[in-house]
């Protein structure tokens, strides 16, 4: 903790940095404006000078892209905002960084700002640098259309009509349902989290399910599954866990969370329930002609929006192989396991090396499995889930606001993260020097990304591994490794791998990931429409990440993906967006 005399400097440093970003700001010049980033810094816009999200480096690219928008922005009444004060935090031992938030206004939005400052981890340095007490990170976003801004609560009480409240909502709900603004396809996490924030946004949206239950997502997935992230970092949108929650939730736990969440945030949802045939866009009503069926009924509906917030994974991938169908055995996908105890006394060989394979070899050998296999074929990102927790925690820390550690995340770009990931390599893997070295010893290849940036990086592109207990049963032998070669074909009883070993196997289960969730959305909504779409997850030339919450390409289809911080932050960006189509702020062409 900061004493008083450094708190004093905190907040005077954060003082000096907002009265010079205020004074360019309002002066409309480009050239003091990045004066206040540090020649290595990072800008990030949401909606404020474009309808794109947009990431800068450096002073060169952000004076590029202001040098015509900032003066016309037209932004006043720049000023701190209470509720994210001045404070201070370490990324690493070579980065400290002073952060806060701030307000401001266009003629027809309120913004929201969030600064990262560079602060000397030795205060006593005599004077700055290019970069001390400059901005590292650097977020300037919109947070409300002017007369639509986002309802905080309800009074609970009906004033001016003897009205229950079970009358009200059933009233709410009739209207909803007969004529949705927006229908939601998915009803787990993100499905959730978009539809809570639209209700408080006064967008009317429907929840479309397949399962029985809310959470049944989580449910039929393997019983030793929990989250890999602390709590707070998969808090849902208004409604933070209970103090006595798991660090890391259980699948059940969660699942269950789910289901009451929907009711506590008056949700509608329609369980059981899918679209069918082909949706169809009609451009001149700006409308869709959609078919549900709900719970073996078919309904006819014309949402002006629909969201996808399903996975962004679709079927799963097992891999065509000579003598699949000859092998005795049984096989499955990961997807389809459900524990470990049926394989008790048998030799069993998991295809893959990503979190799931871990999860699952894990459970095997503690449900008695007389062997298990790991078939790795390149190199894997392995990082401690210790290592990991306390890197997130000091994101996400117990006792402060989610909403603040979500502003603080906005403002450090994925692109920001992996270089602060390198800056901080030597430590990471000495953090994790026993467990790697000892991986490495018994054939395990492990890897710290293309760019040396680690497992939070690779997440974007092919994964990696947050170890929870798996590492330990490799370098112990109780899960054996079969490295860096590929499967030829099976016979009745046995892999035969393509440098002409052979294993025997009673059981194979392919941790082998899925296709994108491109593909069945093409047969949902038809080539053409998905092909105008952006891309779908990874991180962009741009520096971006394609996880959608902004226009997609196709007029009325909406992508929402990623973890639950993705979907809590970024659904007010969506219904911001939506917003603004209703009030002739934003049209498809532009």
């Not at 054939?443 to 940036?453: R, W």
Request: proline share 4%; hydrophobic share 35%.
């Amino acid at each position: 903790m900061p004493n008083y005399e450094e708190l004093s400097n905190i907040r005077g440093v954060a003082q000096d940095w907002l009265d010079s970003f205020r004074l360019a700001v309002y002066s409309g010049d480009a050239d003091a404006f990045v004066n206040c980033m540090a020649a290595d810094g990072w800008f990030r816009d949401l909606l404020t000078f474009s309808w794109e999200f947009k990431t800068m480096k450096g002073r060169d690219a952000t004076k590029a892209y202001l040098c015509q928008e900032l003066a016309s922005a037209k932004i006043s009444n720049i000023d701190f905002d209470d509720e994210n004060p001045p404070s201070i935090g370490h990324f690493g031992p070579r980065r400290r960084l002073v952060d806060v938030g701030f307000t401001f206004e266009t003629p027809r939005a309120y913004g929201q700002g969030y600064v990262r400052i560079n602060f000397p981890v030795n205060s006593s340095v005599d004077g700055p640098d290019d970069g001390d007490r400059k901005a590292f990170g650097l977020l300037l976003m919109l947070k409300d259309w002017k007369g639509y801004e986002e309802s905080k609560y309800e009074s609970g009480i009906s004033d001016r009509e003897a009205l229950y409240w079970e009358e009200i909502e059933k009233k709410r709900r009739n209207e909803i349902e007969e004529d949705p603004s927006a229908l939601i396809i998915g009803g787990g996490q993100t499905g959730l989290n978009v539809a809570a924030r639209f209700r408080q946004m006064n967008i009317k949206a429907i929840i479309v399910e397949k399962n029985a239950r809310v959470g049944d997502n989580w449910r039929k997935r393997y019983p030793t599954l929990a989250l890999h992230t602390p709590r707070i970092h998969h808090n849902f949108l208004y409604e933070p866990f209970p103090s006595n929650w798991p660090k890391y939730t259980p699948k059940e736990r969660l699942a269950n969370w789910m289901e009451q969440y929907a009711l506590t945030q008056d949700l509608v949802v329609w369980l059981k329930s899918t679209v069918e045939g082909h949706p169809v866009y009609n451009s001149e009503t700006g409308k869709w002609d959609v078919t549900v069926n709900k719970n073996g009924g078919r309904m006819t509906l014309h949402p002006s929006h629909i969201v996808i917030a399903t996975s962004m994974y679709g079927k799963p991938i097992i891999p065509s192989l000579e003598g699949l169908d000859l092998f005795r055995g049984q096989i499955l996908h990961s997807s389809e396991y459900h524990g470990g105890s049926p394989f008790a006394n048998k030799s069993v060989v998991v295809v893959g090396s990503g979190n799931s394979s871990a999860d699952v070899c894990q459970d095997l050998v503690f449900r008695g499995a007389s062997s298990v296999t790991m078939v790795q074929r390149s190199a894997s990102g392995v990082v401690s889930e210790k290592l990991m927790g306390a890197g997130l925690a000091a994101n996400f820390p117990e006792g402060r606001r989610v909403e603040r550690s979500d502003l603080s995340a906005a403002a450090t770009p994925i692109v920001a993260v992996r270089q602060l990931m390198q800056e901080t390599r030597h430590y990471r893997l000495d953090f994790d020097k026993e467990m790697l070295d000892g991986l490495r010893k018994v054939g395990f290849n492990v890897t710290d990304g293309n760019d040396n940036a680690g497992v939070p990086l690779m997440v974007y592109a092919r994964g990696g591994v947050i170890d929870v207990g798996c590492a330990p049963l490799i370098i112990e032998g109780r899960v054996k490794v079969k490295q860096g070669v590929g499967i030829s074909k099976l016979t009745e009883s046995t892999i035969v791998f393509e440098d002409g070993t052979i294993l025997e196997a009673d059981a194979i289960i392919f941790a082998t990931g899925w296709v994108s969730i491109r593909e069945d959305l093409k047969e949902v909504f038809g080539e053409e429409a998905i092909q105008k779409t952006s891309e779908i997850w990874g991180i962009g030339e741009d520096g971006e990440i394609h996880a959608g919450y902004n226009f997609s390409g196709q007029p009325g289809l909406w992508y929402t993906w990623g973890g639950f911080n993705h979907s809590r932050f970024y659904s007010k960006h969506l219904a911001l967006f939506i917003k603004a189509i209703e009030l002739g702020y934003f049209n498809y062409g532009q």
